[in-house]
T-cell receptor
Framework: GQQVMQIPQYQHVQEGEDFTTYCNSS?????IQWYKQRPGGHPVFLIQ???SGEVKKQKRLTFQFGEAKKNSSLHITATQTTDVGTYFC?????????WGAGTKLIIKP | EAQVTQNPRYLITVTGKKLTVTCSQN?????MSWYRQDPGLGLRQIYY???????DKGDVPEGYKVSRKEKRNFPLILESPSPNQTSLYFC????????????FGPGTRLLVL
């Protein structure tokens, strides 16, 4: 069945450094969603990408969908403490969502 | 306020004692789903429902039951809980299907002894 690989599992950054997480699939995706889960919280929808090569921005967050629609990335510029949490990608497969394992963003003290 | 609610938020129980986790949404959403979240495994779907009286198995349905008798409610039933069902459970809903934004409940942390 459909699988999606999300890397890295963890990323430790100094506050102010950038952060990137990647999702990769062996098959072409119809769309991809990104969610953020704060520690102790529930996943919250960030964005959905649908078009090949699509780039969307939300303040310091940049989301990209690959030209072949097999991969996607989320990039955060100049991380802040409020960015701490786990970022998940999720892809649609026959009306079920398949989730990446998540990338945990940790800000070094 | 538009939201998904779950109860209870925390539950400790013993093996074999039937339990129900309730889920309710006030957004008139057609699609509802249950997930479990375990460290290192991400979110795995247990059951989902595209509409009233329509339910389907997700990736990990064994040991769980659901029902969708009303649009707003989607309870998760563990007939005979076992320790391997210790997990964090989330209910979620979306307007029509999972290709749209999912709204999650706050989660239910279950410990089965």
């Amino acid at each position: 069945g459909q699988q999606v690989m999300q890397i890295p599992q963890y990323q430790h950054v100094q506050e102010g450094e950038d952060f990137t997480t990647y999702c990769n699939s062996s098959t072409t995706l119809s769309n991809i969603q990104w969610y953020k889960q704060r520690p102790g919280g529930h996943p919250v929808f960030l964005i959905q990408l649908v078009k090949s090569g699509e780039v969307k921005k939300q303040k310091r967050l940049t989301f990209q969908f690959g030209e072949a629609k097999k991969n996607s990335s989320l990039h955060i510029t100049a991380t802040q403490t409020t960015d701490v949490g786990t970022y998940f990608c999720a892809v649609d497969s026959n009306y079920q969502l398949i989730w990446g394992a998540g990338t945990k963003l940790i800000i070094k003290p | 306020e538009a939201q998904v609610t779950q109860n209870p938020r925390y539950l400790i129980t013993v093996t074999g004692k039937k339990l129900t986790v309730t889920c309710s949404q006030n957004m008139n959403h057609e699609y509802m789903s249950w997930y479990r979240q375990d460290p290192g495994l991400g979110l795995r779907q247990i059951y989902y429902s595209m509409n009233v009286e329509v339910t389907d198995k997700g990736d990990v349905p064994e040991g769980y039951k659901v029902s969708r008798k009303e649009k707003r409610n989607f309870p998760l039933i563990l007939e005979s809980p076992s320790p391997n069902q210790t997990s964090l459970y989330f209910c979620a809903s979306s307007l029509y299907d999972p290709t749209e934004e999912l709204h999650f409940g706050p989660g239910t942390r279950l410990l089965v002894l």
